[in-house]
């Protein structure tokens, strides 16, 4: 079973969802206990290119930044 140190998801206004991860053996630097980042769409599905791994704090909040600009008009 793999452990998961954080896992959160962020709703945005028109149902876009940030998901923030890192859990061991699945997220982009977890070996470093850092975070992936990764947009969702309304039907659930992960737009590949948005995932985004080997974030420190500072990234994720500027990730999390650029998502409600984006998203949250």
Not at 2 to 9: A, D, G, L, P, V
Not at 39 to 54: A, C, F, L
Request: hydrophobic content about 35%; overall charge negative; some cysteine.
């Amino acid at each position: 079973m793999n452990k998961t140190w954080y896992q959160r998801k962020i709703k945005l206004n028109d149902n876009w969802v940030v998901s923030i991860i890192c859990t061991e053996d699945i997220s982009y630097g977890h070996r470093d206990k850092l975070f992936e980042c990764a947009m969702i769409e309304p039907d659930g599905d992960v737009v590949d290119d948005s995932v985004t791994g080997h974030l420190d704090f500072d990234q994720v909040a500027e990730y999390i930044k650029k998502a409600k600009e984006i998203h949250n008009d």
